[in-house]
């Protein structure tokens, strides 16, 4: 990991990447930790979700929207706020640009790593992500066991605004018993679920509800790879007494699609407003 | 609508175009009809799913793909096999190649209008071929009056396999029971189901037996554009007796991504092995 000189305490530009608008539950708590930074944000709408493509078309989308942040919006630090990216695109990224370059996989495997006390954790995250099995590598890097389950309709919930939805709990359910039994099955006991999309953090309620239903209140708790992602950032970037410090974070967001969904739905990822999008080409 | 002279009869190349697996639904239909002709079929999987997209982001894939069968696979007449494409494209395709185009917005809309006795029709698609409003506006053409629904969940459904779920049946009966009420609030009695999306023939059963509980059996029937459009695509290349023509159709299929999930999830819709397939880039 490639350390930095905090200049982002005198204002520096924080890119943040994402394939669409989760991204933004990773700058909400980038915004917290680390005030002080303006923040341009991409979300390469137009060809989104990154979850069901292939390694090769992630790479180069990834690489192109990193160029777009660093060469024409003159961002000196990246966060790549999008987990299939992170997962299948982190050195393709970091060849692209020639700025530090943060995934979010890393970070999530730390702070499930100072959760758990079996070792045995749960991730969950779309299909392209799982198939790399980068959190399972994450994990071993930091001595847990994972176990990795595929959850491809609850991106589409989300965006469906079926955040508290029947259908929801009872997809979360289905999906949940199934990586429970795979880990049972191997003789393991969970106590940890990584959230490994950024879409996750607002079904966090569902989630945890349904984790209670079947283990028990409090057996398996939830780590979330965005807040984990932020805090690395806030402790590379120098803020290491994050939360609190001074200045008012100035965001700038970009879209390659549909700015008025990006406007409509991307408030409900940022917790505020996300104010005027901005359309940009990429030529895909 | 262009008229074509029937050179399909000397074995020529029908071109099939859809932003992903869904249109091999329309290509399985087009084979029955026309099994004198060479079929070359694009799934434009990189950009996937058109249905959240915007019209000019949609136009432009849509237009560089048709530009592919045609010019590169020498295509003679295409088939527009998905209904945003259609809804939100079928000009720019039409401007950008010389040969006869087909959507199949309009065959499912005279489709329709040959089933329904009230003249009131409900139509379930994407979001963006909902938001085109494509489908009322060709039912207002054929005397109908539709009302449509976007139904965002139904594709990543069948994608995930959840063919016969309990949670699919459960969000189809939340989508079908919400456009009926809505009809029903017009003073409308629709007896026709339109599906506007390639992927929801998958769904018929589950979306007849839904229908049958809410409304009675055989109240509402349904009506699928893909068939529609094989019927009209026969019709206009001299296939009027349709069925049964001598000659085994050949096919060949082409994805800008993922050709192993083509490979693996195209056999579903197409009711076939779909082959090997090509992997294309049209640099997007």
């Avoid at 120098?238 to 965001?251: K, N, V």
Wanted: charged residues 20%; aromatic residues 6%.
């Amino acid at each position: 990991m490639i350390e930095w000189e905090p200049a982002v305490q005198k204002g520096a530009v924080v890119g943040v990447f994402d394939s669409g608008f989760g991204g933004l539950t990773v700058l909400r708590s980038l915004m917290q930790r680390i005030p002080g930074a303006s923040f341009v944000f991409l979300g390469d709408t137009a060809r989104l979700p990154y979850g069901s493509k292939s390694r090769r078309t992630i790479a180069r989308y990834a690489a192109e929207s990193a160029q777009f942040l660093v060469q024409k919006q003159q961002a000196e630090y990246l966060v790549i706020a999008c987990n299939t990216a992170s997962a299948l695109a982190l050195d393709a990224i970091a060849d692209a640009v020639d700025v530090p370059v943060l995934g979010v996989i890393e970070p999530g495997a730390a702070a499930a790593a100072g959760h758990t006390k079996t070792g045995n954790v749960l991730v969950i995250a779309t299909e392209a992500t799982i198939q790399s099995h980068a959190y399972a590598a994450a994990c071993r890097r930091q001595g847990l066991h994972g176990v990795e389950k595929a959850c491809p309709l609850l991106v589409p919930l989300v965006e469906e605004g079926w955040i508290d939805h029947p259908v929801t709990a009872e997809v979360a359910r289905v999906y949940l018993s199934e990586v429970l039994e795979e880990a049972r099955q191997a003789g393991q006991t969970p106590d940890t679920l990584v959230l490994g999309c950024t879409h996750y953090p607002l079904l966090r309620s569902v989630l945890e509800r349904t984790l209670a239903t079947i283990c028990g209140p409090g057996a398996v708790e939830i780590v979330d790879s965005a807040e984990a992602t932020a805090n690395e950032a806030a402790r590379q970037l120098g803020f290491r007494s994050s939360l609190g410090r001074g200045g008012t974070p100035s965001i700038r967001c970009f879209a390659t699609d549909s700015v008025e969904k990006f406007e409509r739905l991307g408030s409900r990822f940022l917790g505020i407003p996300v104010g005027k999008v901005d359309l940009v080409d990429l030529g895909g």
